[in-house]
């Protein structure tokens, strides 16, 4: 889910919310018996996401400007802990690659655009580093530069294009480099009582929190112990998927 619940005005719930998903391609083998006699490439046939596909064919006649009476069933899975802290002064770090950037959309539209108290109260500073392939995979582009206006000094995105931008060492640029490079900033915010979030694909985390321990590592910390009290401190918030 990609939004906050609140009306912009903060007077009542949303009676509308927004939806952040990829449609799932891949390649597999064939599966039926006819075709296991096939051979090579023969063999290999494109498959879809069965509920992304179902989402993504439902909204094109919106998207076209029609109205669609369909119903999308849906199965709401509570987060408590994957919500803004509770101090209004306390800085936020949100690590979103991809889809990932859902919840974090939410997040922002609370603290910069609605005009409610948490919004009026935020005093921190909130930093999202997104990840994508191209520059034109980044998602939500207008919001990110109206929470920058909105509340200048504030709100600060970091981009980490694989396919466009690389590393001083020559490499792909993945939010886990774009963190390894700040890292300075990271652990002063994080000192500070920063909360650290980080939501997207299971596989997406052991790489970033490899770096998080190199980060920690080098400057005398023991990583374990170091995010076991981020944890204790309710300060750490993972949601992968």
């Known amino acids: 889910m990609a939004s906050s619940p609140l009306t ?8 509308i919310v927004s939806l952040c998903f990829s449609v799932v391609k ?3 083998g064939a599966g039926t018996n006819e075709a296991h006699s096939l051979q090579g490439a023969d063999r290999v046939y494109a498959r879809k996401g069965l509920c992304t596909t179902w989402l993504d064919e439902l909204v094109r006649p919106v998207l076209a400007g029609k109205t669609i009476t369909d119903k999308v069933p849906c199965f709401l899975k509570p987060s408590e802990a994957f919500a803004l802290p509770e101090d209004p002064d306390a800085p936020i770090l949100m690590v979103g690659p991809g889809t990932g950037v859902a919840p974090f959309r ?3 539209q609370r603290l910069f655009i609605e005009r409610t108290p948490a919004a009026a109260a935020f005093e921190g500073r909130a930093w999202l580093l997104f990840g994508g392939p191209t520059s034109d995979s980044v998602l939500y582009k207008e919001l ?6 909105n509340k200048p000094g504030q709100f600060e995105l970091t981009l ?12 792909k640029m993945y939010v886990q480099e774009r963190l390894t490079e700040r890292a300075d900033e ?3 915010r994080l000192a500070g009582g920063a909360h650290l979030y980080l939501c997207g694909l299971k596989g997406m985390q052991p790489g970033i929190e490899a770096a998080l321990e190199a980060a920690a590592v080098a400057r005398g910390l023991d990583f374990k112990t170091w995010i076991k009290a981020l944890r204790k401190e309710k300060r750490y918030h993972v949601e992968v998927y």
């Open 8 to 15: 912009p005005d903060g007077a009542a719930r949303k009676e």
């Open 26 to 28: 891949y390649e597999a």
């Open 106 to 108: 939410g997040f922002v």
């Open 144 to 149: 990110w530069e109206q929470a920058a206006a």
């Open 160 to 171: 980490a294009i694989s396919r466009e931008q690389t590393t001083s060492t020559g490499g």
């Open 186 to 188: 990271l652990f002063e």
